[in-house]
């Protein structure tokens, strides 16, 4: 099993639609979890941290689910500029391995 | 931009060249990492750092040398490569949370 997975997609949406991403991690002692974003031949940037009480930042929500190994997004209302690769990010803490998923392609259309 | 720079931006070099790229944060991180991610594929760890100790070596061919002098510089040395090693390769840094990476430098080996 992939220490950390995702849907590689595309997920193709209309613009306005809500879109959400799940993210699975198999180590259970994982601790600090992220979602990065990723523009065409850009590197990655933090979108932003995911606590166990979920956080939200504008149309953005990220959720924790330990019991299950599982991270997810939700982006609402759609942008044009929404369209990224989202990547999950998982670390393990230690000698601070930091292990990303491959990254979920979204492709927001007019 | 997120204080880690990475140079040079671009590198054409021939399958004898020996060359070096270059990355620079002075954040006070003390975990650096190069990342190594290739047309349309995810990002791939290559080597990790933490104060100035090799801790991982993701199995990478000796083509590629890692050094880290201090807390705040990491090289990747290149020879002998090879047409398939063409990519975009990431320099990142943390201390205790998120990842912050360079721009990356993207490699095409001719």
């Known amino acids: 099993r992939k220490e950390v997975e995702q849907d590689p997609g595309p997920f193709n949406v209309p613009e306005g639609a809500t879109v959400a991403f799940n993210c699975t991690y198999s180590?259970?002692?994982?601790?600090?979890f992220f979602w990065y974003r990723q523009d065409c031949r850009k590197e990655p940037k933090l979108l932003m941290s995911?606590?166990?009480s979920g956080n939200e930042d504008g149309r953005f929500t990220a959720q924790l689910n330990r019991a299950s190994q599982y991270i997810s997004l939700l982006i609402r209302d759609s942008k044009l500029s929404d369209s990224a690769t989202y990547l999950c990010v998982v670390d393990s803490g230690g000698y601070q391995k930091v292990t990303f998923g491959t990254g979920t392609k979204l492709q927001v259309i007019p | 931009e997120t204080g880690v720079t990475q140079t040079p931006r671009h590198l054409v070099m021939g399958m004898t060249n020996k060359k070096s790229l270059k990355c620079e944060q002075h954040?006070?991180?003390?975990?650096m990492y190069w990342y190594k991610q290739s047309a349309k594929k995810p990002l791939e760890l290559m080597f990790v750092?933490?104060?100035?100790?090799?801790?991982e070596n993701n199995s990478v061919p000796s083509r590629f040398s890692p050094e880290c002098p201090n807390s705040s510089h990491l090289f990747l040395h290149l020879h002998t490569l090879q047409p398939e090693d063409s990519a975009l390769y990431l320099c990142?840094?943390?201390?205790?949370?998120?990842?912050?990476f360079g721009q990356g430098t993207r490699l095409t080996v001719v």
């Open positions: 995911v606590y166990s």
């Open positions: 750092y933490n104060f100035k100790e090799q801790t």
């Open positions: 990142a840094s943390k201390l205790n949370t998120e990842a912050f």
């Open positions: 954040l006070g991180h003390n975990a």
């Open positions: 180590n259970s002692a994982s601790q600090s």
